[in-house]
């Protein structure tokens, strides 16, 4: 069965520095692989795709890698704030109609 | 923007009551979901639907049922109510049925079965 791993439940890091988080997937070809960002009792807010052609994607602050060989993308935070603090989600997507389904969230503390 | 409503953000039921949790989207999305989220399990598919009066079932349907009777509206509905069914519940929408399903959420339903 399709399984989705985020590395750790919770990081801490120093303000300033990056953050990376890691998703790792089985049994899975997706075609994109999506983050999305939670703050506590509410819902997830989409931040970045990519597409299974792409090897990085760059959106301010924020990087994603997608490696499918490894089956895996990394997210980064670079020069991070206390403002992102938050539980990020990755989701693997094929196209079409094809329901998300999400890891479990890594929970991002950045302490100042 | 598109925005997801959910009716209620904190419900508090009694084990046996019917429960119903509205959704509206207002961009004509196709796509329309309903999501539970638990400590530790994550965000779990309880149904989802393509089109209006279509409905699939996700990974954990048993004790919920849906209704999409309009474009707009996927409404969830908890025949009886059971202590196991507190839970946050989310909704959520997308465009189109081909590409990438990138989901706008709701801000979520806190239910309390007592």
């Known amino acids: 069965s399709q399984k989705i791993e985020q590395n750790s439940e919770a990081l801490n890091i120093q303000e300033g520095k990056t953050a990376t988080l890691t998703c790792n997937y089985t049994n899975y070809s997706p075609a994109y692989l999506q983050w999305y960002r939670q703050d506590p009792g509410r819902g997830p807010v989409f931040l970045l795709l990519i597409r299974e052609n792409e090897k990085e994607k760059r959106k301010e602050r924020l990087k994603v890698t997608f490696d499918t060989t490894l089956k895996q993308s990394l997210f980064h935070i670079t020069a991070s704030q206390p403002a992102d603090s938050a539980t990020y989600l990755c989701?693997?997507?094929?196209?079409?109609?094809?329901?998300?389904?999400f890891g479990k969230g890594t929970r991002l503390s950045v302490i100042a | 923007d598109v925005k997801v409503t959910q009716s209620s953000r904190y419900l508090v039921k009694r084990t046996g009551e019917k429960v119903f949790l509205e959704c509206v989207q207002d961009m004509d999305h196709e796509n329309m979901f309903w999501y539970r989220q638990d400590p530790g399990l994550g965000l779990r598919l309880i149904y989802f639907?393509?089109?209006?009066?279509?409905?699939e079932k996700g990974d954990i349907p048993e004790g919920y049922s849906v209704s999409r009777e309009k474009k707009e509206r996927f409404s969830l509905i908890l025949e009886s109510a059971s202590t196991n069914q507190t839970s946050m519940y989310l909704c959520?929408?997308?465009?189109?049925?081909?590409?990438?399903?990138?989901?706008?959420f709701g801000a979520g339903s806190r239910l309390t079965v007592l």
């Open positions: 639907s393509y089109d209006v009066k279509m409905k």
């Open positions: 959520a929408s997308s465009l189109s049925p081909t590409g990438a399903n990138v989901l706008t």
């Open positions: 989701a693997p997507s094929g196209s079409g109609n094809t329901p998300l389904v």
